[in-house]
């Protein structure tokens, strides 16, 4: 892995709005969102909604525990149904996502990078099969 990785826990309270907690989660035990990781995650923060207004959750962020009760184990819909049932004040623990200090953030592929590894290979499977039909033409003819 490139870089230090770190991150903290953070106690965030919000007060659900008329628009609700204004964030979006993947993730849970049925839904792998991060490979061999079964969490919650934040995917969307809506700007005019508590959590963006409050402006410390962030997309990336892993959800561990609602009002005290941990997340680990639970499924998609059963996490949500405890943000539904959560009432208007929502005390929620998180792990901010993992900042890395000299590589790309986040544990997707970087999509900024010129060339990938698969990209580097399709180019030289390409390569290669222009090759061997021009090759192959040429062996033609000559017969």
């Given at each position: 892995m490139n870089g230090s990785l770190s991150s903290k826990m953070l106690d965030i309270k919000l007060k659900r709005g008329s628009a609700g907690l204004g964030f979006n989660i993947v993730g849970g035990v049925d839904q792998q969102y991060v490979?061999?990781?079964?969490g919650i995650y934040v995917s969307k923060i809506k700007e005019d909604g508590a959590?963006?207004?409050d402006g410390r959750l962030q997309e990336?962020?892993?959800i561990l525990e609602i009002n005290g009760v941990k997340l680990e184990g639970l499924t998609?819909?059963?996490?949500?149904d405890?943000?539904?049932?959560?009432?208007?004040?929502?005390?929620?623990?998180?792990?901010k996502k993992p900042h890395h200090s000299n590589g790309p953030l986040g544990s997707g592929?970087?999509?900024n990078a010129p060339l990938s590894a698969l990209g580097i290979l399709v180019?030289?499977?390409g390569a290669a099969a222009?090759?061997?039909f021009i090759y192959m033409r040429h062996q033609r003819r000559h017969f």
């Amino acid at each position: 892995m490139n870089g230090s990785l770190s991150s903290k826990m953070l106690d965030i309270k919000l007060k659900r709005g008329s628009a609700g907690l204004g964030f979006n989660i993947v993730g849970g035990v049925d839904q792998q969102y991060v490979l061999n990781d079964t969490g919650i995650y934040v995917s969307k923060i809506k700007e005019d909604g508590a959590a963006g207004l409050d402006g410390r959750l962030q997309e990336g962020d892993k959800i561990l525990e609602i009002n005290g009760v941990k997340l680990e184990g639970l499924t998609h819909k059963a996490t949500v149904d405890l943000f539904r049932t959560s009432g208007e004040d929502v005390q929620l623990l998180i792990l901010k996502k993992p900042h890395h200090s000299n590589g790309p953030l986040g544990s997707g592929p970087d999509h900024n990078a010129p060339l990938s590894a698969l990209g580097i290979l399709v180019a030289l499977a390409g390569a290669a099969a222009f090759c061997a039909f021009i090759y192959m033409r040429h062996q033609r003819r000559h017969f």
